[in-house]
Each structure stands twice: as C-alpha cells, then as structure tokens.
Nanobody, 124 residues
Framework: QVQLVESGGGLVQPGGSLRLSCVAS????????MRWYRQAPGKQRELVAH???????????NYADSVKGRFTISRDDAKNTVFLQMNSLKPEDTAVYYC??????????????WGQGTQVTVSS
C-alpha cells in the first residue's frame, strides 16, 4: 500500500519560515520524481516545486515563478522523504500543500500518488 504522509504545516507570520516533510512508503522512492503542489481556497491546484528522480544530487529541479528564491525542494533517499523549505513566506502562500510522487516512462505517467495535504497559513 502506497502512502505519502505530509507534516510541518501550520500558522506563521509573514516573513517567517516553515519546512514541510513528506514521507513515502510502498514505493521504490528513488525511481519517482517528487513534487509539491498547493491549492488555495477557490483556486486551482498549482505545481510549486519539482525534483526529478536519479538521486538527491542529480534530479532536475523546477519551481513556480511565484516561489523562486524563497522555496527549496530537496530529498533524502535514505529516508524516503522529500522536503520543502519555505522562507520569506507571504499571505498569498496560504494554501493546502500536497506531496506528489510521479513516475513516467518515455513521457507517459505510469504511477501517480498523492498525500492528504497539510495546511499552511501565513497571517499576522
């Protein structure tokens, strides 16, 4: 059974930091690209950060323009965990953040798993 369990969300003041974690089980973690998405009330889910498979130091990394320079995605393959370090948080970062594990073969998605989400609220 595949499980992705997020943690680390909460309430933080503008300018503050949070570190989200997502622990995966039931998958061969190193073969999956890992992503963080977020969904704010009334808005579509958006991709925040992507870290490709191939090991913690060789995976392709991409960020949404809105978080570049503030958020950092990383992974610890030994612990089947992906992280999202969020600095200089803004009220517009308020959303439910979801962890996603994705595997594709020649561009075709073969496996796609989601966590349950963790709430991040940025407010004074």
């Amino acid at each position: 059974q595949v499980q992705l369990v997020e943690s680390g969300g909460g309430l933080v003041q503008p300018g503050g930091s949070l570190r989200l974690s997502c622990v995966a089980s039931g998958i061969t973690f190193t073969t999956y690209a890992m992503r963080w998405y977020r969904q704010a009330p009334g808005k579509q889910r958006e991709l925040v950060a992507h870290l490709g498979s191939g090991g913690a130091s060789s995976g392709v990394i991409n960020y949404a323009d809105s978080v570049k320079g503030r958020f950092t995605i990383s992974r610890d393959d030994a612990k089947n965990t992906v992280f999202l370090q969020m600095n200089s948080l803004k009220p517009e970062d308020t959303a439910v953040y979801y962890c996603n594990a994705l595997r594709a073969v020649r561009g075709v998605v073969t496996n796609d798993y989601w966590g349950q989400g963790t709430q991040v609220t940025v407010s004074s």
